[in-house]
């Protein structure tokens, strides 16, 4: 399984408020809470989000709330991987539970910058950065976890159990 | 090597003698609890599994709680899908309003929540019921769905940060202060992946209430989980609310961990977190220049309790809200409001030029009742300080116990009750 996409990038600490803030949470429609994605941290990004684009980060990505809402909105607005130095850890599961790909690189989240090309093999978890002809190894996911991305969510994986 | 508290409570919930950080495990569940943001987004995803049942309709919790009573037609129609999905199933603890509160306040005064369980729920601050010596955590919607259907989730066993907490806080240091101080002290990071294990002779000076503020806020760190050693104050509250069996577990004493800080209570100041982390802390005397403010919250799952209130009573009684200034006050659950009442403490409030609301998590994430225009300042003794936490981007919120977003209220700047007289 890969992912090829153009980078958007961010800090630290980017927070659930800011990925989808409190007052869309009345919605839980996909669509309806990927149009105010990132909101908070940038107002451009729902215009410029493509599909396939890869959200770079620093650490702690997705500190803060439970709300399934935020990777909900970063996977229904087209990003097909988020790359951080560290995931706050309620957004990594919830990440993983709903098939949204993310991957833990220090030194990749450091040095890719914004616009680059970047290429995931989540089996290996090499990191291409296409642009600047360098790569990095990333933290493979343990089987099971591969097992619940490839069926979409963890309750596609639970149905496929039983 | 032995194992930490939380690792004991895992592995007996996992069925295995012994695990070690970093091990994934299946465990049994205990309560499965979600609330009206999170439930229906887990209820549609319960929809899609091949068993449609709950595993055992006694340990499923539903409360609606953010935005409740509903504020718009979008939140009615949210906790119309969580009250038919309760009524399907028959659960047994959907609290409708009327006999709600908020959730992490509400659960362990029905008794829901004792020593020794495995707890997870759809909201971030599950973390708080760590303070009767529980593992309990915060999940999203999916694995609570999972949890419902199966009353089974899966773990990776975390390492432990151990907090030895001695000596006795002075009068105005509460357990607010006491987590603020260890977040600005560790970062908002400090924790990642890990479990917060309070210990040390400084526990007995911290009320329930106390420990449950400073459980809350262990996800403030990055915790995966905050625990209490289960004392006799711990043993008196879950026999006051609850007749659930409970059990103790103790950390061994070879247990390992990450790292352990000693922190002496009596050297602890009424602690302040500015803008934008809760990580930004500032005690009240390394605040030197005038903040001034347009409104305060008192209330929450992190300090909506009993103690909270009259702690709040205590600074504003006889007092007056400063003019100009909002003070909006939520007792956290019915049976605290009833008992606010009995005390005259809302008279108090009232009489001082606060408003008193029904129990909701509101203003807390900018939901309603009490949102921030562009350029304003709130002090809040709620648990975030985001940008755009409680409304506009560009307003401020400053987190805080309630005895200084009391004072605060009164002065219109940051203040504690020590400068009030």
Known sequence: ?162 | MGMTMTQKILAAHAGLDRVEAGQLIEADLDLVLGNDITSPVAIREMEKMNTQGVFDRDKIALVPDHFVPNKDIKSAEHCKCVREFACRHGITNYFEVGEMGIEHALLPEKGLTVAGDVIIGADSHTCTYGALGAFSTGVGSTDMAAGMATGKAWFKVPSAIQFRLTGRPSKWVSGKDVILHIIGMIGVDGALYRSMEFTGDGIAYLSMDDRFTIANMAIEAGGKNGIFPVDEKAVAYMKEHSRKEYTVYEADEDAVYDAVYTIDLSTLRPTVAFPHLPENTKTIDEITEDVKIDQVVIGSCTNGRLDDIRTAAQVLSGRHVAKGIRCIILPATQAIYLQAMEEGLLKIFIEAGAVVSTPTCGPCLGGYMGILAAGERCVSTTNRNFVGRMGHVESEVYLASPAVAAASAVTGKISSPEQLD
């Open chain 1, 1 to 162: 399984m890969k992912a090829k996409g153009s980078v958007l990038k961010y800090g630290d600490n980017v927070d659930t408020d800011v990925i989808i803030p409190a007052r869309y949470l009345n919605s839980s429609d996909p669509e309806e809470l990927a149009s105010h994605c990132m909101e908070d941290i940038d107002r451009e990004f729902v215009k410029k989000v493509q599909k396939g684009d890869i959200i770079v980060a620093n650490k702690n990505f997705g500190c803060g709330s439970s709300r399934e809402h935020a990777p909900i909105a970063i996977k229904a607005a087209g990003i097909s991987c988020v790359i951080a130095e560290t995931f706050a850890r309620i957004f990594y599961r919830n990440a993983i539970n709903i098939g949204l790909p993310i991957i833990e690189c220090p030194e990749a989240a450091q040095e890719i910058e914004g616009g680059d090309v970047v290429e995931i093999d989540f089996d290996s978890g090499l990191i291409t950065d296409v642009t600047k002809g360098v790569s990095w190894q990333g933290q493979a996911f343990p089987e099971f976890m591969q097992k619940i991305i490839r069926a979409e969510g963890l309750i596609n994986y639970i149905n496929q159990k039983q």
